[in-house]
């Protein structure tokens, strides 16, 4: 039960209750008060010291793990001296010098960039060099390379001990070559108890030829390819001379004086393997627009998807690739120093004088996907060569 605070007096009545006063603390009591209350103080200070060293050595924990990261980060983007390596003797070696030069300032180099040539018109010597080089972890390599080698690569050619798909593009040149010649689409019974081949000038049956002879096929043409062409020049030759019915030209050689002159002799542009850079003054339909128009309808051939990845190759005049296993860090610095290449007067005016244009950054995936279709349309082009391989060489 609590405690009354009044008290009773003699007539019954309440009145406050009285506190006494306790008398004030002598100097020895005061004293002892104050070391009770300076011993606790000094106990929170220390422990707040505690605290303070412990947060300390915290920081400190975590702040190595940061340095050592940023040290890890600056040697995996170090770029050093890199060294070009240059396949072939057309697109690419024309590309080198200004890349190398535009590439050794916006990269940052310890010195200039090598250049390295290999032999081999189709690149295909100097892309087993880079992928040698790079399976062997050897760093601070770069490839330049032509269409023709990733052509040779899904042709399926002996000659091939490289993986396109493994490389890690940055920057690219491409164009649309364009089909030439005298040709009767349509499909009469006149045509079809002829049986008349097509004649192709081709460098090799599985050249940059192979997407026009591809094309022929799925229009129901009777494809015969006519080898050692190896430039514009002699196959324009050969097609006036009556040798060969069809020519593949280059951009850059399809000029609009020289496809005028052909379309008075007879010889008219039949299609481009992939869509021209400007629509607008493109002289002829690319192939599948060009198919819809004769046939009524979408290419179903099964060589069509084999189609589509061997024009997505012949398309590209230079590609500057990296290594599969390039550090992420590393790897945007050279696509940032290709963006800053691409924007160069020179680069453009080299790329307009193509007849192409200048891919860069990560623009250039999605065009460097077409080159990787379903295992089904290699395999088919593959069976396709070998099937007509032989009667190729007879004659």
């Not at 050093?80 to 080198?96: H, L």
């Not at 999605?366 to 593959?382: F, G, T």
Request: aromatic share 6%; glycine share 8%; net charge neutral.
């Amino acid at each position: 039960m609590p405690e009354a605070d009044h008290d009773v007096t003699e007539d019954g009545s309440k009145a406050p209750r009285r506190r006494e006063r306790k008398p004030p603390l002598n100097v020895s009591g005061r004293r002892e008060v104050l070391k009770t209350v300076g011993v606790g103080v000094g106990t929170l200070a220390a422990a707040r010291c505690g605290l303070l060293h412990a947060a300390t050595l915290q920081r400190a924990q975590f702040a190595r793990p940061n340095i050592e990261t940023v040290a890890q980060i600056t040697a995996a983007t170090a770029i050093g001296t890199p060294t070009f390596i240059v396949a072939g003797n057309a697109a690419p070696a024309r590309w080198a010098p200004l890349i190398a030069s535009s590439f050794s300032e916006t990269l940052s180099t310890d010195s200039p960039i090598v250049l390295r040539k290999t032999g081999g018109q189709d690149g295909v010597t100097g892309a087993n060099l880079f992928d040698s080089l790079a399976s062997a972890d050897e760093s601070g390599s770069a490839l330049l390379a032509p269409g023709a080698a990733i052509l040779a690569a899904q042709a399926g050619d002996p000659r091939v001990h490289f993986d396109y798909q493994r490389w890690l593009p940055v920057l690219l040149s491409v164009s649309a070559p364009i089909a030439v010649g005298r040709v009767d689409f349509r499909r009469s019974l006149r045509t079809m108890l002829k049986d008349r081949p097509v004649r192709v000038a081709v460098s090799a049956p599985n050249g940059l030829e192979l997407p026009t002879m591809l094309a022929l096929t799925i229009l129901s043409m009777r494809v015969i390819p006519i080898s050692g062409f190896g430039g514009a020049d002699a196959a324009i030759g050969a097609l006036r001379r009556g040798e060969v019915d069809v020519v593949q030209l280059p951009a850059d050689s399809a000029r609009p004086d020289l496809l005028q002159s052909l379309a008075a002799e007879g010889f008219e542009p039949l299609f481009a393997t992939t869509p021209t850079v400007d629509p607008s003054v493109s002289v002829a339909q690319d192939f599948t627009t060009r198919y819809e128009a004769l046939r009524g309808r979408a290419p179903t051939h099964p060589l069509y998807p084999a189609f589509k990845a061997t024009a997505a190759a012949a398309c590209i005049d230079m590609a500057l690739v990296l290594p599969m296993l390039t550090p992420p860090a590393q790897a945007a610095r050279w696509r940032h120093a290709a963006t800053l290449a691409a924007a160069l007067p020179e680069a453009a005016a080299m790329a307009k004088n193509d007849g192409g244009r200048l891919i860069a950054g990560t623009d250039d995936a999605s065009v460097y996907a077409a080159l990787a279709p379903d295992l089904s349309a290699i395999l088919a082009l593959r069976r396709w060569l070998a099937e007509h391989g032989p009667s190729w060489r007879v004659g």
